[in-house]
Structure formats: C-alpha cells, structure tokens
C-alpha cells in the first residue's frame, strides 16, 4: 500500500519479476487497502508509513488489531532505526525497510528476499547469541498452553532472563497469523532466540521455538549429538494443532533429559503426554490454578498425577529448570 502511484507501479514491477512472490492488489489508500485485504486475503502486506487520510502507523494499529498479519514498512531514506520505524515494530511489524534509493539489481533482490521471507515466516531480525552454557547441552524443555497462554508465555520466558537455558519447543492453541506474531513479539521482549519452528531445524540451548499451526504438527527428537524438530502428519482424531499431547509425547524416548510443563488452557491437551514423560523420569510442573486464566489442562495434568506439582506463573520458569538440572542421562542415543 502506497499513495504514490509511481511507488506503486515501481514496486509492482519489482515483485512482478520474482516468481516466488504475485500481487493480488495495489491500494493508494487505507479505504483501498481494507477492501483489497477483505477480497484476497494476502499472505502478506507491505504498507508505507506516509499515507493520506490514515497514516501508515494508524493503519498498522488497526489491522493488528481486527486482522493480524505479515506486514513489511516500507519509507524512503535510511529510517531502520528511528522512532517510527521503532514504534511500527512495536504494533507488530514484521520489518521496516528503506526503499532502495539506487534501485540495483542487488538491492531489488534483497527487498524480494525480505518480502517473501516475512511472508512466510522466516524473518530473522538480528541473531541473538546462543547460549554457551554446558549443564543443559543435552535437555529439553517442553511447554504446553492454550486459553491465557500468550501472557503467561511471556511472563514464563521474562522470568527466565538471559539465564542459560535449554531449548525449548512451545505449542501454543493458537491460528497461524497469531503464531507467527506472537513469536516475533518474544524474539523482540527477550534475550534468546525465538523464532517458528520447521521441519529438521536442529535446536541449541538458548533456542526458543513456537510449534505453527500448518496442518503437521510439531515432535522432537535427540540425533546426531543435538534435538532437532520434526513435522508428522496430523491425524483425523487430533483436534488441536499444534497438540501438545503429541509435542510431549515424542520426547518419551529421551524423558530421562526433557522437562515438560502446561499452562493455563481449556480441556486437557497435554495430559496424556505428560504423563508418560513422568513414568520414563521426565521432570514435570503445570501452573498453579490461583495464576491460570483456565485452569482446565493444569488441572487435567494434576488430577492424573501427570504433574510432579503445580507453581505460580512468575516462578515456574525457574523451578522446572532447577528440577531438570538433577536429570542425568542414561544413555547417548544416535
């Protein structure tokens, strides 16, 4: 979206020539915009931050709101780093680029690169460094969550710091716009890596990794000296994806090394896979239900014995971590 029909055109033919990426709509206005959205339902918007009528901050405030999605801030001149582009990032941009001001091929090729890669899902900011820490080198931590788990993750991982930590795999009830959001918001609040998880990505303490919401859900498992991700096909009998049952229940092999805990949630995903980390020597937590939004799945864990015991929101980060550096691992699998 851009007032200015040269931008428009410009920028049209730009994606035109890359063929991972179609225009589906060109809009001059917020008007234009809301109408074009409602029609084609597009991966991803790209939005200039000057726009007559309804600015592109405005604008950005309400679509994050009514309509979450990928949406990359384009301006002229150098602009990564100021306030605006700061606050845009704040509403939940995925990226705020300057228009290139030599439009080489070089530098069309990388506004394409970031186009598609926010489209879809890959957006990396700025690395964070992983963590060098030893003690957890070999562990895994598991959590599960659905109804209030979005501020519960964050008060979670706030709580953790820039503390050495394993890596940890999230399933989240959630649809994928949000997911995809959501990650990006923790990737910017925190110290440590958060990003969506995909097929085969290994994992390294310090990893944080959201499960998505894409038709396969989301396992891991321990080869080649490292935890890796893998996707399976989601089954007719499973209504949630991602499931946490099945996030915990892959890691049954390697209990001896996870730590698995489940928040505040509706129903009792979960339960089932907690408690076959707990009969294999998984350490297990759920949330305390004077903390929890729901208390639903925590509950559903305890009342199976699933759950070692239960603690507050603000102080569970920690003592799962505290349990699982009593974990010893019996055996190096390939």
Request: hydrophobic share 45%; net charge negative; with cysteine.
């Amino acid at each position: 979206m851009d007032d200015s029909l040269t931008s428009r055109r410009w920028l049209g033919s730009v994606i035109a020539q890359d063929s991972r990426l179609q225009i589906v709509g060109m809009a001059g206005s917020a008007h234009q915009a809301r109408e074009i959205i409602k029609a084609t339902e597009p991966d991803i918007l790209t939005l200039d931050i000057e726009m007559p009528g309804m600015d592109g901050l405005e604008f950005l405030t309400h679509l994050m709101r009514l309509r979450p999605m990928p949406v990359v801030m384009l301006a002229s001149g150098i602009w990564g780093e100021n306030a605006v582009a700061k606050r845009a990032m704040e509403i939940g941009a995925v990226a705020c680029l300057s228009k290139p001001q030599f439009p080489t091929k070089e530098s069309m090729n990388a506004l394409c690169d970031n186009i598609f890669a926010a489209a879809t899902g890959q957006h990396i900011a700025s690395p964070k460094p992983e963590s060098c820490g030893t003690e957890f080198a070999d562990k895994i931590l598991l959590i599960g969550a659905s109804t209030g788990g979005v501020a519960a993750i964050e008060t979670l991982l706030a709580s953790l710091g820039d503390a050495d930590i394993p890596p940890i795999v999230i399933a989240q009830h959630m649809p994928q716009q949000y997911l995809m959001s959501f990650a990006r918001r923790l990737d910017r609040l925190g110290t440590h890596d958060v990003k969506l998880s995909s097929d085969g990505m290994r994992l390294a303490p310090g990893h944080i990794r959201i499960a998505p919401s894409l038709g396969h859900q989301t396992c891991v498992a321990w080869h080649n000296s490292a935890w890796h991700i893998q996707e399976v096909a989601r089954q007719p009998d499973q209504t949630y994806c991602p499931s946490v049952d099945v996030l915990f229940g892959s890691a049954v092999p390697w209990a001896d090394r996870t730590g698995a805990v489940i928040l505040t949630g509706l129903g009792n995903d979960g339960a089932n896979g907690m408690l076959s980390l707990r009969k294999q020597g998984a350490r297990t937590l759920a949330q305390s239900e004077e903390s929890c939004v729901v208390y639903g799945m925590p509950n559903a864990a305890m009342s199976m014995d699933a759950s070692e015991d239960e603690a507050p929101i603000d102080s569970i980060g920690l003592d799962i971590l505290t349990a699982m550096r009593g974990l010893k691992s019996k055996a190096a699998t390939p």
